[in-house]
């Protein structure tokens, strides 16, 4: 099994960045797949969840109008576009999957800064 994020970087406050994630070794369809984040001497905090089949998806309110999550099940890949940055989303960004069990890739790390 693997989670493998792509696409964090530094970028200035008001700027865009899109995250990857692509997962491999199990049934991704059949997963929900989330966004955690986790900041410097900070808890790791969920950003944003879809499910497997029906794609719901819900928010974090930190982040709610700024981020979006979306998922290609024909490619095992899901996303975060974010807009808008802060300083604030500063962090490690992580992928999740859930359904019996539960995968975490290895993070890819975000910075914003002027």
């Known amino acids: 099994v693997q989670l493998v994020e792509s696409g964090g970087g530094l970028v200035q406050p008001g700027g865009s960045l899109r995250l990857s994630c692509a997962a491999s070794?199990?049934?991704?369809?059949?997963?929900?797949m989330s966004w955690y984040r986790q900041a410097p001497g900070k808890e790791r905090e969920w950003v944003a969840r879809i499910t497997g089949t029906s794609g719901f998806i819900n928010y974090a309110d930190s982040v709610k109008g700024r981020f979006t999550i979306s998922r290609d099940n024909a490619k095992n890949t899901v996303y975060l576009q974010m807009n808008s940055l802060k300083p604030e989303d500063t962090a490690v960004y992580y992928c999740h999957a859930r359904r019996i069990y539960e995968y975490w890739g290895q993070g890819t790390q975000v910075t914003v800064s002027s």
């Open positions: 070794g199990f049934t991704f369809s059949g997963y929900a």
